[in-house]
């Protein structure tokens, strides 16, 4: 099966705003916005590629960029492999060379347009943040349970999972999420018997058995929804009931599971690889790990006592 090499860029102006480009009527799937790009010609390498795409659409001169993640697309008669590019530093104003229309757009409002089926993969990726810290799953209330929590939102954390393995009192979710709501941070709920119907929260995380154990989507599109799993075929899974992103684990020995054979960097990859979706990477993960975790594709690291 013939397989297919893009790349796109993702430009930002000072604003934080995102660049996308609209497909005119005479292409395929005209009418329908994505991130500027193209394909990647014969004997070029992925970033020529997106340098060459961007000033041949765009009229911009790119300094400095990094790779975001690949996607990984299988249709009936061709595979289409979708690199993403972070364009770090560019020259020039974006201008619609071609004649297409082209439009600033901040994150938050990407989902108002008629995107490719592929920008709706990308949203995710760039939504959610590097890090997403778990909390200690018990001694809830506690006065050293309490102050960790406050420390984490003042480090900056925007993405918290609150963890137990017994019900906790609504009064008290309710006080963890008005207190991450005044930092911006996004609450995904780990409780028992979740009913996917609890408020004060932002979504949920599935636990391994919940997520095998389901046909479909249990919340909806507007919900974070996560789910942690221990290889591909799980991720693949995962993916398949249409989660946000999910935690893969454990890549390297931890303290907490020392009988645990950890899965290694090459396993964890192969997932980041395989998947469309954002994948965090579980166990042993320290802030020193970040950049080896980003490098390799995935959206970040994940813990509870590594950062």
């Not at 790119?62 to 008669?77: A, C, E, K, N, R």
């Not at 990308?122 to 506690?142: A, G, R």
């Not at 929260?201 to 942690?228: V, Y």
Request: proline share 5%; net charge negative.
């Amino acid at each position: 099966m013939k397989t297919i090499k893009a790349v796109v860029g993702v430009l930002r102006n000072p604003a934080n705003e995102i660049l996308i480009a609209k497909r005119q009527d005479h292409q395929f799937m005209g009418g329908f916005w994505e991130l500027p790009g193209g394909k990647v010609e014969p004997q070029e390498s992925d970033q020529e590629a997106i340098i060459r795409e961007l000033h041949e659409e765009l009229g911009v001169v790119v300094t400095d960029l990094s790779h975001h993640q690949t996607l990984t697309y299988q249709y009936p008669d061709r595979v289409i492999k979708l690199s993403i590019y972070n364009i770090n530093k560019y020259q020039n104003s974006p201008i619609g060379v071609e004649g297409q229309e082209v439009t600033w757009s901040g994150i938050e409002h990407l989902t108002h347009f008629n995107l490719l089926p592929t920008m709706k993969d990308f949203i995710n990726s760039v939504i959610l943040p590097n890090k997403y810290w778990i909390t200690p799953s018990s001694e809830h209330q506690s006065n050293a349970w309490m102050k960790k929590f406050d420390e984490k939102l003042k480090q900056g954390i925007s993405l918290i999972q609150l963890r137990s393995k017994v019900k906790l009192n609504s009064d008290f979710i309710q006080q963890l999420y008005n207190k991450c709501h005044q930092f911006n941070v996004k609450l995904l709920l780990n409780i028992p018997n979740k009913t996917f119907k609890e408020g004060h929260c932002d979504g949920w995380h599935l636990t391994t058995n919940e997520m095998l154990n389901l046909k479909e989507r249990p919340c909806e599109a507007e919900q974070i929804l996560g789910a942690s799993t221990h290889d591909l075929n799980e991720a693949l899974k995962a993916q398949s009931l249409g989660v946000d992103f999910v935690l893969i684990s454990p890549v390297q020995a931890t303290q907490t599971h020392p009988d645990t054979a950890p899965i290694g960097w090459n396993k964890a990859k192969e997932v980041v690889e395989q998947l469309n979706i954002p994948v965090y990477f579980l166990g042993g993960m320290a802030l020193n790990d970040l950049d080896k975790t980003l490098n390799v594709g995935a959206q970040g690291i994940a813990g509870v006592s590594g950062f």
